[in-house]
């Protein structure tokens, strides 16, 4: 069983709701992320979405756009966002970690 599909299995048997926070890879440091996705873990989160920046993003908002164009100002592609998730599964190997992006830089 994915760790998805076993996350909201446990979520259904306790009769919760899912928290799924969303944070842009690499902002608003470049190296920040996996420490922002152990917090976000702590404060109770269930899966969590880790946004793919990219150059041309036309269906986020201004928020995640802006968001993305700083971390790709930073260096952040995908190359480094699966590091990033390596990294926070060094230490976590239960919570689900969704990408959200875009085909092109898959």
């Known amino acids: 069983m994915s ?3 076993a996350r909201f299995a446990e979520l259904q048997h306790a009769g919760r709701k899912a928290l799924v926070p969303y944070v842009t890879a690499g902002f608003p440091e470049a190296d920040i992320t996996p420490d ?3 917090a976000m873990v702590a404060a109770g989160a269930d899966v969590i979405e880790l946004g ?3 150059s041309d993003p036309m269906a986020d908002g201004p928020v995640i756009q802006k968001a993305g164009e700083k971390a790709l100002a930073m260096g952040v592609g995908m190359t480094q966002v699966l ?3 390596r990294s ?3 230490t976590d190997a239960a919570t689900p ?3 959200m992006g875009y ?3 898959v």
């Open 97 to 99: 970690v969704v990408l």
């Open 88 to 90: 926070f599964r060094a």
């Open 103 to 105: 085909a092109n830089p």
């Open 3 to 5: 760790r998805i599909a």
């Open 36 to 38: 922002l996705m152990h």
């Open 52 to 54: 793919v920046p990219f």
């Open 83 to 85: 590091a990033m998730v």
